[in-house]
């Protein structure tokens, strides 16, 4: 009988049995990993009848996660496409809900020895097409540029090619990562390296102010400059849900958008909408 119940409970265990914890998944995002797990951890030491599951795989994962029923919230650092919510609408009848979680700038980031203070948009854009391949191009060293970026999957690199690059594609040169924490390592340990992400990530690199184009100012991505929207590359980050949340699902949602759950987006390194 022992040996019964042991199985019985390996498999209550294996399928996910919480108890009178109610488990709510959230999936996206790599930029808002760190932001969504500081999230989870502290909601559930004041909820001790929630458990929170997050995980990453960037914004188009979570997207195909939540249109298939595979999680409860995505995390995502661009908008949904419009294709997107059709294929939900198709699923589960709704295009979903979408929710602005916090705000985010797009950070550049190159090796603290590289000489270079600031960079304009369309730089940026010869550089991850291919057109512009040595520092010396844009003011720099007679070195040659290696780009790091994102994957596909990614929320950043499609705000990025749309944004940045005006929907050109990436050149075959560019060294793709799969989250932001990598793309700063890498600049981190390369003299010669680019690489843009999140601003809560910019421990161990430089940052280069922004300009919209050449006769414009040069502007930091700070708290004043993202919340503004003067910052070029400004973003909202942003949590979708199949439907208007209710429970404790809408009690979550309610928290990340009050006070604490605000506060805590500042301190990560993004920035509160208030």
């Not at 929170?52 to 919230?73: C, E, Y």
């Not at 985010?104 to 203070?117: F, R």
């Not at 601003?199 to 400059?225: H, R």
Request: hydrophobic share 35%; glycine share 12%; with cysteine.
């Amino acid at each position: 009988m022992r040996n019964l119940f042991l199985l019985l409970l390996a498999g209550l265990l294996s399928f996910g049995f919480t108890g009178d914890k109610t488990t709510i998944t959230v999936k996206g995002s790599d930029t808002m990993v760190i932001l969504a797990q500081k999230w989870a951890e502290v909601y559930m030491e004041n909820h001790s009848d929630a458990a929170i599951q997050v995980t990453g795989g960037g914004s188009g994962t979570g997207i195909a996660a939540l249109i298939n029923g595979t999680t409860d919230v995505c995390n995502s650092s661009r908008p949904m496409k419009d294709k997107e919510k059709e294929q939900l609408k198709e699923k589960n009848g709704s295009t979903g809900i979408e929710i602005k979680v916090a705000k985010d700038g797009i950070t550049i980031y190159v090796h603290k020895s590289n000489p270079l203070k600031e960079i304009s948009l369309e730089q940026l854009k010869d550089i991850f097409t291919g057109k512009v391949t040595n520092w010396k191009e844009i003011g720099g060293k007679d070195q040659k540029i290696t780009a790091y970026g994102r994957e596909n999957s990614s929320g950043t690199y499609a705000y990025f090619k749309e944004e940045v690059l005006g929907n050109k594609d990436f050149s075959a040169g560019i060294q793709t990562l799969p989250g932001t924490a990598a793309v700063v390592n890498a600049v981190q340990n390369d003299k010669t390296s680019i690489g843009y992400g999140g601003a809560a990530y910019t421990k161990g690199v430089k940052t280069l102010k922004v300009k919209k184009d050449a006769s414009s100012p040069a502007i930091e991505p700070n708290k004043a400059s993202i919340m503004s929207g003067t910052y070029p590359i400004s973003r909202y980050l942003y949590i979708y849900l199949k439907e208007k949340p209710t429970g404790a699902l809408k009690t979550y949602i309610d928290w990340i958008l009050g006070k604490d759950g605000q506060k805590i987006a500042g301190e990560v390194g993004y920035f509160p909408l208030k």
